[in-house]
């Protein structure tokens, strides 16, 4: 597995299991995470070893959001994508990705914070661990026995909803789920060996809150697996470098100041923050 992140400061990187590099030295005329996703999703990305600089480890480095704000692209969540889950809320499985967009201004780095919002405007909010997907080229109409070629990698992200909001009206979705901070995304893309088949079907899901394990699930149990989530909205619109899918939660957790959250991805990663008002 490779990664792609960027530090706190901006600086981009590429890695491996034993550490990070600056992306420019392993790949000159490579300046952003973003110039780098196509590579990715093409299986490209240089060797960490061929780089002229010594690796970093993870733990010596700070980590912002793994592509600037404005180079993200179309931000897409999955509701209702385990089974188990939609039972806990009293919804019916759908029968399509039941999908929602959330805006830029939603987006924050590792370590967040959560920022919930006046009570005025919410009085509960819950957290949900996701696994992520990140587009790595423009396309259209993908199938999904070759949507690889089209991601870039993968990554965990926490995602919030105002349930209060939404119970009121299911079309409050979007406000619901857009309030700033309601999306904490990294640290890092985590991208297949090209010769490394990944098995995504066997990773598991968890929310973590303070400590426990509030929900988990394997990604098996979704509704609608990952890569047919992609082919599927490939069909409705054309996707983008940079576009990220959260491919929905195993279980939400109810959350208030002072509590910490963190999304477990298996095999893929984990990012927290804290909760504040």
Partial sequence: MKYLARTLEGRPLLGDEEGFVPLSAAAPGLETVRDALPRAAAGTLPDVDDAPADRIDAEGLQFGLPLER??????WGIGLNYAEHAGDLDEQRPEEPASFMKPSSALTGPGGPIRLPPLERSERVTAEAELAVVA??????????????????YLPVIDMTAEDVLQRNP?????????DSFLVVGPTVAVPEPD?????EELTVRTVVNDRVAAENEIRNMLFPPR???????DVMTLESGDLFST??????????????????????????????
């Fill in 70 to 75: 404005e180079q993200f692209g179309k931000l």
């Fill in 136 to 153: 790595g080229r423009q396309c259209r109409s993908v199938d999904e026995d070759g949507v690889d070629d089209a991601i870039a990698g």
């Fill in 171 to 179: 079309r409050f979705l979007t406000r619901a789920k857009s309030f």
């Fill in 196 to 200: 490394d088949a990944l098995a995504l």
């Fill in 228 to 234: 047919e989530i992609v082919a599927f909205h490939s």
């Fill in 248 to 277: 929905g939660t195993p279980g939400a957790e109810p959350i208030e100041p002072g509590d910490d959250v963190r999304a477990e991805v298996e095999g893929i990663g984990t990012v927290s923050a804290p909760v504040v008002r």
